[in-house]
Structures are given as C-alpha cells and as structure tokens.
C-alpha cells in the first residue's frame, strides 16, 4: 500500500512536470561504428511512408529550410557535399510528419491554485511536428544514425520566420548528438 | 526560479521519470491455437516486415528498434532449443508488430489511493506501447501462436539504452509464456 501510495506521488508529480511542452530532441545510433570512415554526402530518394503532412510536403519554404539547416551541421562536421558524378558515402534524407498530441497543461490562473500553488490542470491536444532524420551507409545500405526533434507546432506553420527557427533548433540539436568525424 | 532550483528540480523531474516506469507494470498475455502441439516445432524464420506504421515516426523503419527485437527474441527461442532457418525452411515463421498510442489517464489511481482534493487530480497521459509475436505454422500458414506485451513507452524512445533494455524485457516476458516443455528440447 506504501509503494503504491508512492507510486500516485510520483506519476502526479512526473506528468505535472513533463507538461512544459518544449522541443524533445534524441537520437539512436549504430554502437561501436567509426563515423570517421565516412566524408562525403548527399541526398537519398525520400523514404517510402507516405504520411508527411501536405502542409509540409509540398512547402518549398520548408524543405529548404530543413536542408540547408542539414548542410551546415554536416559541413560543420566536416562532410563534404559528394559531387554529382560520385558515390557518397552516406545518404541523408528526413521526413517531417504532423500529428495529433495530447499534454497536461497547468490552468495559471491564480485564482484557482490553491494555498501551494498547486493549480489544477487538464488535458489538451495539440498538432506535433516531427522531423526525423536519417543517415544511411551508401555502401551497405544501412541505417547509421537517426536524429529526431519533436514539438509542438501551433502557430508555427504560417509564420515563416518561427518556422525557420523551429527547424535551426531542433536541426542544430540533433546533429549535436551526431558521433564526430574526426 | 533560480538556477540551482531548476537544476534540482530536473533532476527530481528524471528519477521521478525512472520510477514511474515501475509504476506501469507490463501486461503480458498470449494465445495459443486450439489443437497445435506446439512442441512439433523445431525451426523458425523472420517473417517479412509487416510494413505497417508503429504510429510513431520516431519508431517506423527504424532498424535499431527492430533489429533488438529480432535480436532478443532470437536468444530467448534458441534457449529454448528452437533453431533458426533461412524463411522457406522453417516450421514457423515469426512477424513482429509494434504500436505506439498515446494514453490518457484521468485521476482514477488519485482517487483510490491518494484521496486527492480537487485541485490535485491530476490527468496525465503518456506513450503506451504494444508489442506483438506472431508464431506462424508455414505447413497450414495459420496463426498457431501469438504472444504481447503492453504498458508505458513513455520516454523509451529518446533513450536508446533504456529503449533496448525494456525491449529484451518484455520479449524475454512475452516468450516465457511460449508452451515449451524444456525438457524435451535438446
């Protein structure tokens, strides 16, 4: 009965704290590859699944953005854009997608907290955006890497200046995660 | 909120994160088709992929999900005496499903064991997790086994560690509920 009693304790406190809903960034990797064996890049076909948003996927503004945010973090990293007539050694592409989220949000409404400031909340749903990128070996045709930054889009997608910053944030921070070639 | 304040309190908020996972335990339930000996089957092969979408796109085609899966059930079956067989060759062919859902809870668990006020019921919602084995004869090509695992996601995915130990985690569930005489392997 104790644990359980701790148990509540903690979801409670958990949720409320995971629901300041900023940009969640993470990655998976290949263990134990040397990212250094690997200089030149360039762009793969797009992936098969067709689930990009089409507010998205027909945005030129967009796939701009997230590509050349993508090229300075690699040329950063000392890549180099393949030329058209060589085989890269990794192929990068992403896929953006839309979808619907829910969160726990505080009502900051004062007037309703109580003496601890403790202020009820409830659920919401929001539109997420997820960009994810893949990094795939050439030669052996295997995803390397995958770097994904996730958030919440609201009032995002029609303003191009915002959007701009949303994708240089969460491009900067994934790449950020990438193993260093040395 | 001053820096040392945030820092603390993001600490809190990551070991509060780590506990609560034991506060969602994994439900683990399976089938088995009426009238199959499942101890006629010897050798298996993966399935081709089922192509469908996890509901995250953080998970779908990602080989470092898929592969630990096929990893871990790969050593779970061959502790069990199975043998592994290029697809053709097999008795069994397995396919895996995975599925991603975000859940909502409302206040049920406050209620019962906190007797919370008002202002403290609190909804939360978290990523649930669904993971499926299918155990296909390939003599009658009909289902004869299937086995899965369900319980909070929540946070796996941005922890590739994590990710891969909650998945050998509940392969290792799923599979020790496979009707296996151990005895009678080997």
């Known amino acids: ?182 | 909120m001053d820096r040392l304040t945030r820092i603390v309190s993001l600490a809190t908020a990551a070991l509060l994160a780590l506990a609560l996972s034991s506060c969602a335990p994994v439900r683990i339930n399976s089938y088995l088709e009426r009238g199959v000996d499942f101890q006629q089957y010897r050798t298996y092969a993966w399935g081709p992929a089922d192509g469908l979408s996890t509901g995250d796109p953080r998970l779908d085609n990602n080989r470092f999900f898929s592969e630990r899966v096929e990893r871990a059930v790969n050593q779970q079956l061959v502790a069990r005496g199975f043998e592994k067989r290029e697809s053709g060759a097999a008795d069994v062919l397995i396919h895996m499903h995975a599925r991603i859902n975000q859940r909502i809870e409302s206040d049920a668990i406050d209620r019962e064991y906190a007797r919370c006020d008002v202002s403290d019921c609190r909804p939360f919602v978290y990523d649930a997790g669904t993971l499926l084995l299918d155990f296909i004869d390939t003599r009658t090509n009909q289902l004869a086994w299937r086995g899965w695992a369900e319980g909070s996601f929540d946070g796996a995915i941005d922890d590739q560690d994590w990710m891969e130990a909650r998945i050998d985690d509940a392969v290792a569930k799923i599979l020790a509920r496979l009707p296996r005489d151990t005895s009678r392997s080997r």
């Open chain 1, 1 to 182: 009965m104790g644990r359980r009693l701790l148990c509540a304790a903690v979801m409670m406190t958990g949720f409320v704290v995971s629901a300041c809903a900023t940009m969640q960034v993470s990655s998976h990797v290949e263990r134990g590859l040397d990212f250094s064996q690997y200089r030149t890049f360039d762009w793969g076909p797009p992936d098969k699944l067709p689930l990009s948003d089409p507010r998205l996927d027909r945005d030129r503004f967009f796939r701009d953005e997230v590509e050349g945010a993508i090229e300075k973090q690699m040329a950063a990293r000392g890549f180099e854009r393949s030329a058209t007539s060589q085989t890269p050694d990794v192929r990068i592409h992403y896929h953006a997608s839309i979808n619907q989220r829910f969160d726990v949000r505080e009502e900051s409404n004062s007037a309703n907290c109580d003496h601890d400031d403790v202020c009820p909340a409830r659920v919401i749903e929001y539109e997420a955006g997820t960009l994810v990128v893949d990094i795939v070996d050439q030669r052996t045709d295997r995803l390397i890497w995958r770097g994904w930054a996730q958030g919440s889009v609201e009032g995002v997608l029609d303003n191009k200046g915002r959007l701009r910053r949303k994708i240089d944030e969460g491009v900067t921070r994934m790449f950020a995660r990438l193993p260093r070639a040395q």
